[in-house]
């Protein structure tokens, strides 16, 4: 954890950078040690010929000067001697050719060295801050164009390290925020576009009970017409009436308001519950409602709901069958699925419409005179996928529409 920040690269970088100076400062020092041990021993040596010289010059013999420089002994006679001739550890350098030669010569190789070692280390260290900075400099633009609401950039992190760390959580924050962002958008123009549905679909309506309460009124002693249009005034009544019950219920679903009460049930019981309001709608219109399938099949699933979606699906049947038309209802169950087929013989539907049945409010121009206002297939729809299912439907515009809902036999 405690080396956790040379995941880094930039900083792994400058870990080596330094470790390449020190390095660099110890081979330096051994090179400046072998340096000056030549150069003492050459200004050693070039001292001690300068003595010899002087000597064999003044005739001293050879054993003499031979024993005296091999000599390893010293003495208070030689100290005071050389104090005599100004030669002690307190008289300046610049007094002493040799040792001056030395001073100046160590003093060029460290001044040399420092300099070059001092450039590379600040120009190292230089290069490390301004490749962080520039980072930083770019996570805050990134941010602050965040905090302005454009979130068309990402920082992309080429490297690991705490600093990479940071930017992606950053990252994933923006993330979350967009997406925030565009399901509040989405939220807001989805109650926008209902309203709009429900604002267009109830003018009809409205303005036919304006009609019809004119008309009362102008003749309110005339039996027939206010028993006429009374009863024309319940119809669109009922009409704004389940266009409201339809419109609530589909929005409850899509914003997830509702949850599904899934219980084992058997699926006879399940299309009866279905079709009990339909069947005395189908004997007055001379239609026929027949289910075929095993009593025993159980499905789970929500009863209420499911027997709703089943129930539009032969509603939308009976609207689009002529008399004596045949609706059939079977289920077929497997170990994973189980599949209700809800077929009937009517005039069928379009190519041209099959890919739009499903939206609000369609209606295709075939269907512009059948009962209906475009929301019982779409809440059938939104019932079944609320409960991963799926609803799909072929139809053959001379033998009629075969409508399939499709659902886990088991959770």
């Not at 070039?46 to 000599?71: F, K, M, W």
């Not at 030669?87 to 001044?111: H, M, N, V, W, Y």
Request: hydrophobic share 40%; proline share 2%.
């Amino acid at each position: 954890m405690s080396m956790s920040f040379l995941y880094d690269k930039q900083i792994r970088r400058y870990c080596f950078f330094m470790a390449g100076m020190i390095l660099l400062l110890f081979l330096s020092g051994l090179g400046f040690i072998v340096i000056q041990t030549n150069t003492v021993q050459a200004a050693f040596l070039e001292h001690e010929n300068t003595i010899v010289t002087s000597l064999l010059d003044q005739g001293v013999s050879r054993e003499i000067i031979g024993a005296a420089v091999s000599n390893t002994q010293t003495s208070d006679a030689g100290s005071d001697f050389l104090a005599s001739v100004g030669r002690t550890t307190q008289t300046a350098s610049c007094l002493l050719p040799f040792t001056d030669t030395f001073e100046r010569t160590t003093g060029k190789i460290l001044l040399a060295a420092g300099s070059c070692f001092s450039l590379l280390l600040l120009a190292g260290t230089y290069l490390f801050l301004q490749s962080r900075e520039r980072l930083y400099r770019q996570t805050i633009g990134i941010i602050e164009r965040y905090i302005e609401g454009d979130y068309s950039t990402h920082m992309q992190p080429t490297s690991e390290g705490t600093i990479y760390q940071l930017c992606t959580s950053i990252d994933r924050l923006a993330t979350m925020l967009q997406s925030r962002n565009e399901t509040e958008h989405q939220a807001k123009e989805f109650m926008k576009a209902t309203i709009s549905d429900i604002s267009h679909q109830l003018k009809t309506p409205l303005a036919a009970l304006t009609m019809y309460q004119e008309i009362i009124a102008s003749e309110p002693d005339n039996t027939e017409t206010v028993k006429d249009f009374a009863a024309k005034m319940g119809t669109s009544l009922g009409r704004m009436e389940q266009l409201i019950s339809s419109m609530l219920k589909i929005t409850r679903l899509d914003v997830g308001a509702i949850t599904f009460e899934k219980e084992p049930c058997h699926i006879a019981d399940l299309v009866m519950q279905a079709v009990s309001d339909l069947t005395t709608r189908a004997d007055l219109e001379k239609k026929k409602i027949l289910l075929d399938g095993a009593e025993t099949e159980t499905l789970v699933c929500d009863v209420e709901w499911t027997s709703e979606a089943i129930g539009n699906i032969v509603k939308n049947a009976l609207d689009h069958t002529k008399e004596g038309g045949i609706i059939r209802i079977s289920w077929e169950c497997s170990p994973l699925m189980t599949r209700i087929r809800i077929a009937d013989n009517g005039k069928g539907i379009a190519p041209e419409d099959i890919h739009h049945i499903f939206k609000r409010f369609y209606r295709s121009k075939a269907s512009l005179d059948s009962p209906g206002i475009g929301l019982g297939l779409p809440l059938a729809k939104s019932i079944v996928e609320g409960q991963g299912g799926t609803v799909s439907v072929q139809s053959d515009q001379s033998e009629g529409t075969v409508f399939t809902i499709s659902l886990l036999t088991k959770l």
